[in-house]
């Protein structure tokens, strides 16, 4: 069993950067895949991107790749997601997952999830 918790959502402003983290705990969290996906008002959950479970390889949906950087600590079971340039279509609740694979990208293949963290962009 692996426990997410997400922090550091909020309100910002188009262009400002935000960190958001995910804190993991139970016995196996060093057994899994850790991502970050999103999911918008009236929107499909989308992939962000993927720390394996070595922390040695990230992947990432091209949509986010160079705006966006997953980081994932095994000494504090921390994984956490910084974003720069933000724009209005990045409001989202922002959520951690869980998966025993290696770098999977589609949310059925992750077994434990966060609640989210709130991200609203103003512009």
């Known amino acids: 069993q692996v426990q997410l918790v997400e922090s550091g959502g909020g309100l910002v402003q188009t262009g400002d950067s935000l960190s958001v983290s995910c804190a993991a705990s139970?016995?196996?969290?060093?057994?899994?895949?850790l991502a970050w996906f999103r999911q918008g008002p009236g929107k499909d959950r989308e992939f962000i991107a993927v720390a394996n479970k070595l922390a040695t390889i990230n992947h990432y949906s091209p949509s986010f790749k160079g705006r966006f950087t997953i980081d994932r600590d095994n000494t504090k079971n921390l994984l956490s997601l910084q974003m720069t340039g933000l724009k209005p279509d990045d409001t989202a609740v922002y959520i951690c997952?869980?998966?025993?694979?290696?770098?999977?990208?589609?949310?059925?293949?992750?077994?434990?999830w966060g609640q989210g963290t709130q991200v609203t962009v103003s512009s």
């Open positions: 139970g016995s196996s969290v060093s057994d899994y895949a």
């Open positions: 997952a869980a998966s025993p694979l290696v770098l999977p990208v589609l949310p059925d293949s992750y077994r434990f």
